[in-house]
């Protein structure tokens, strides 16, 4: 059944925004932020805050992010809070009220014109419950999203190319975010008025994480919780790595379908297992550990994205309230032996959370970097600098 929201109807006046799913429907609204048209997966989020550190989570290439809060952009936008800044994230967002100006001392900039700054196209105006619910029953649909300041639009142009883009199963968006070049990692935790100050002391372990789009936030937290970081690229052989000496090594988040990912990254994990190097993974790095375990990645109907999604601690029966950004997921139907499934989604029993029997290797599906619940999940980091020595 079509949903009047989201339907073939002509464009009204004073439309200068556009959403076209693949299936034909389209959705009109108010443009802002970067002008033309982009491709990508649409997908929805549930926090109430973090807009900023979404849209520059390179776990979102290639998708475009509905925010189901109403109220998006009415703080601003600052040069601290975002995930990464040299790399593309979220294509575009889709929101339901009209961006208002910021009411936050820490704001630098308007959401609007540091989306354009970004090169990310927004639309306001859009029944984003409508949307929402659409993609929870069809699941996450690919569309091209477009802003023109004139409302001139070419919409069988934009449904073809909306229909021509083959989706993210299959797409290998790692080497895309990923850094170019070994880095040293400086800054920690956030505090105000001292920004990103990184704690004292010295004889710290050297952990080596492995970037298939990792968030800024993650390496900060390695750090506060004990460790010296060096972040080297998503291809990055296993004899380089060792070369490093690391006492563990981190298999960070990402975009894209983890079996392609795999390809490049699943021997490397498997010949760093077999040296019995520590190993600690998030998000697409979770997956890339229980492929390497021997276990299969699926494609989610409509995926977890947001600030809000309990979890628990199989264990020891305690629920975390933890942030997520993943479309696809490791099948715990086909854990093999010796993986131990540690964590569970109590929204729908996926799997979150895997370890490995005999190893120092455990992953989480979800983001304890960002700080949900708020400070639930910040033992994952303590526990895996705690058995580095």
């Keep these: 059944m079509a949903d009047p929201a989201l339907s073939h109807a002509p464009k009204p006046q004073g439309a200068t925004g556009v959403l076209v799913l693949s299936d034909g429907a389209v959705a009109w609204g108010k443009g802002f932020g970067a002008i033309g048209d982009a491709v990508g997966e649409v997908c929805f989020n549930t926090a109430m805050t973090g807009y900023q550190e979404v849209m520059t989570d390179p776990s979102y290439a290639g998708q475009i992010v509905t925010f189901t809060f109403p109220h998006i952009g009415n703080v601003g936008t600052n040069h601290e809070d975002d995930e990464s800044h040299d790399v593309p994230g979220a294509v575009g967002c889709v929101v339901r009220e009209d961006v208002t100006a910021p009411a936050s001392f820490r704001a630098e900039d308007t959401f609007g014109h540091w989306l354009a700054s970004k090169g990310k196209i927004g639309i306001a105006g859009i029944d984003t419950r409508a949307l929402t619910r659409r993609i929870r029953l069809s699941g996450a649909p690919n569309a091209v999203i477009a802003h023109s300041p004139t409302g001139e639009f070419d919409i069988p142009a934009l449904l073809e190319k909306a229909r021509g883009w083959p989706g993210l199963k299959g797409m290998d968006l790692a080497k895309v975010v990923t850094r170019t070049e070994h880095q ?90 077999d040296r019995d190097v520590p190993l600690f993974g998030i998000c697409l790095g979770h997956q890339m550990l229980g492929l390497a375990a021997g276990a299969q990645t699926i494609k989610m109907h409509q995926g977890h994205r947001g600030a809000n999604h309990p979890v628990k601690r199989v264990a020891e029966g305690v629920v975390e309230i933890t942030s997520m950004n993943h479309g696809f997921a490791v099948d715990a139907a086909t854990l093999p032996e010796g993986v131990v499934e540690t964590h569970v989604s109590l929204f729908d029993g996926s799997n979150c959370g895997i370890e490995l029997t005999g190893k120092k290797a455990f992953s989480v599906q979800y983001h304890p970097e960002a700080s949900p619940g708020p400070q639930d999940s910040f033992y994952l980091f303590e526990k895996f600098v705690g058995m580095l020595g």
Excluded at 189 to 213: K, M, N, Q, S
Excluded at 214 to 236: S, W
Excluded at 238 to 252: M, N, W, Y
């Design 184 to 273: 040293g990692w400086e800054g920690a935790i956030w505090r105000l008025g001292e920004g990103f100050t990184r704690p004292e002391g010295t004889g710290r372990p050297h952990v080596v994480a492995i970037d298939y789009g990792a968030k800024d936030n993650i390496f900060r937290n390695l750090v506060q919780a004990g460790a010296d970081v060096t972040v080297v690229p998503a291809e990055t052989p296993a004899e380089t790595i060792l070369e490093l000496k690391p006492a563990g090594v981190f298999l960070s988040n990402g975009p894209g379908d983890p079996a392609a990912t795999g390809t490049y990254a699943v021997p490397v994990i498997r010949e760093l297992l």
